[in-house]
């Protein structure tokens, strides 16, 4: 029973322009929201995280957004650069879980 | 500061063979885990250990087995290789377990296939 979905595996965008990757829970005792990187032959590596207690969290050119009522955020990237290129994987855990739920992942294709 | 390292990066095993997947950490974190990535699936959690001496299991350990003699050390175990456990896996390390609030940091992940 997968808690944490990203529906599309794949995206393609053109450089410097936004990129909208999309993640879907069930689980409503989920309270913290991450989103980790991939690239081929390497290990996740953490990107940017919200708290239910926020709608919207900001680093640089990646923003998450959270919709608690929807259970879904979205990760923006803003502008796309070609080294964006890779898999990014939206997870979620609830208080005192010692456990990440993954989705599936979201390949995104960066084009020059 | 090398991270989390893994050990060996490929492997190919006969079913029923038994291996030791190393994973070792330089960070000094209290909690250690244990996934295996299947082809288009999300990362699933095998086993994980809150501390030295102290493990558990997470949502697919059958057929695994670990231990936590050290604090940087986590290897994991399998006894019988089935063609089922074909996949890539990942350690992984965090300060603290306390749900997500501690960012986990990954090793490069060991890719293993079952002939």
């Known amino acids: 029973d997968q808690q944490v979905k990203q529906n599309s595996p794949s995206l393609s965008v053109q450089e410097g322009r936004i990129s909208i990757l999309n993640c879907d829970y069930t689980?409503?005792?989920?309270?913290?929201f991450l989103w980790y990187k991939k690239y081929p032959a390497e290990g996740p590596t953490f990107l940017i995280s919200?708290?239910?207690?926020?709608d919207k969290n900001e680093d640089g050119r990646f923003t998450v957004f959270l919709n608690k009522s929807a259970k879904h955020l979205s990760l923006h990237i803003v502008p796309s650069q070609p080294g964006d290129s890779a898999v990014y994987f939206c997870?979620?855990?609830?208080?005192?879980?010692?456990?990440?739920?993954f989705g599936a992942g979201t390949t995104v294709t960066v084009r020059a | 500061n090398a991270g989390v390292t893994q050990t060996p990066k490929f492997r190919i095993l006969k079913i029923g063979q038994s291996m030791t997947l190393q994973c070792a950490q330089d960070m000094n974190h209290n909690y250690m885990y244990w996934y295996r990535q299947d082809p288009g699936m999300g990362l699933k959690l095998i086993y994980y250990s809150v501390g030295a001496g102290i493990t558990d299991k997470g949502e697919v350990p059958n057929g695994y087995n670990v231990s936590r003699s050290t604090t940087e050390d986590f290897p994991l175990r399998l006894e019988l290789a089935a063609p089922s456990q074909t996949s890539v896996y990942f350690c992984?390390?965090?300060?603290?377990?306390?749900?997500?609030?501690?960012?986990?940091?990954f090793g490069p992940g060991t890719r293993l296939t079952v002939l």
């Open positions: 997870a979620a855990s609830g208080p005192y879980d010692y456990k990440l739920s």
């Open positions: 992984a390390s965090s300060y603290s377990g306390t749900g997500g609030y501690n960012e986990q940091f």
């Open positions: 919200i708290s239910s207690i926020k």
């Open positions: 689980n409503s005792m989920f309270d913290y």
